[in-house]
């Protein structure tokens, strides 16, 4: 069957030709239409893409980013799969998947969420409505969508959460932990710059990469007059990685009150920008290579919605 006929066979097409009397005035007929594009909103999406069955979608995340590179204590990979057949026509990037983020994914005709954060984390023991992990799971069910998560597998990954962080800088990058069987992939990373940077340089480099007007700094002993050769990074929560690390600078989401006065006590300036600040953006260069992937028969969106839960006030 014709997918673009199957699916125009699908939407609800009456109250729309019945928009239009004599005595229609423009702004009922825009109040109608609207109304219209709403109720059909999923399925006018999938006019614009091919679709693809969900196990190759999933065949396809997994050929970029193997599930096996994540962290041992990570919960990634197909985490809710409706009953098949699925075919995936939109598919949705999110850093966080929140309630609000999952009510646009539905308003934006999506099939499948990529979400970086497995939204499952610790183990239900119950799915009901009494908490908005468990409402999350009911709705994607309810709406027949498919969440997977990468989370950890994109930190190691070459071309993937921390190379995207560390790009706004020119120099020789390398993984602070790399794996045995390739040494381009590992956790964190390592950048010695081309040319030394004034600290107030680095800091507007990232501002400007992640799209953020203010950041935290904890400088080191001389550091705001420093010339900083190396930086190292880890996106989210950073501490782990970094710890010990030779370097001028962590870039990283957050650390605690102690583990930034051990590094700016070890001559270490500190560039903290909230956890999720630091993986976000990767997910809108990401989308490109998404598309690619999936052939440009999947259309693939980012969240509009999605943003990290500390402001500056």
């Not at 969420?113 to 999350?136: G, V």
């Not at 996106?235 to 009150?257: F, K, N």
């Not at 997910?283 to 969240?303: A, E, N, P, R, W």
Request: contains cysteine; hydrophobic residues 40%.
């Amino acid at each position: 069957m014709n997918l673009r006929f199957s699916v125009a066979r699908d939407i609800k097409w009456t109250n729309f030709f019945t928009l239009y009397t004599p005595y229609t005035t423009k702004s009922y007929l825009l109040k109608k239409t609207a109304a219209f594009i709403k109720l059909n909103q999923r399925n006018l999406a999938s006019v614009h893409s091919i679709g693809m069955e969900l196990k190759e979608v999933v065949a396809k995340l997994e050929s970029f980013a193997s599930t096996k590179l994540a962290e041992n204590w990570d919960n990634v990979g197909l985490l809710i799969q409706p009953s098949s057949p699925l075919l995936v026509n939109v598919l949705f990037l999110t850093n966080d998947l929140t309630e609000d983020v999952l009510d646009e994914s539905i308003s934006k005709g999506a099939n499948m969420i990529l979400c970086y954060h497995p939204p499952i984390f610790r183990s239900l023991k119950r799915i009901t409505q009494s908490s908005w992990k468990e409402r999350l799971v009911v709705k994607a069910f309810e709406n027949r969508i498919a969440i997977y998560s990468p989370h950890t597998a994109y930190d190691v990954i070459k071309g993937g959460v921390n190379d995207w962080l560390i790009s706004c800088f020119e120099g020789v990058v390398s993984p602070i932990n790399p794996l045995e069987n390739d040494s381009t992939c590992g956790s964190g990373r390592i950048c010695q710059l081309k040319s030394p940077l004034l600290i107030a340089d680095v800091i507007s480099k990232v501002k400007e990469h992640l799209g953020l007007d203010l950041i935290r700094v904890g400088y080191s002993r001389n550091g705001k007059l420093k010339m900083i050769n190396s930086i190292a990074t880890c996106a989210g929560s950073g501490a782990t990685i970094l710890e010990g690390v030779r370097a001028d600078v962590y870039l990283t989401g957050e650390m605690s009150h102690h583990e930034i006065l051990d590094a700016v006590s070890n001559d270490v300036t500190v560039l903290l920008c909230e956890h999720s600040n630091t993986e976000r953006g990767f997910l809108k260069s990401h989308s490109k290579t998404l598309t690619c992937l999936l052939d440009y028969k999947v259309q693939v969106i980012c969240s509009e919605v999605d943003k990290d839960p500390i402001l500056f006030v």
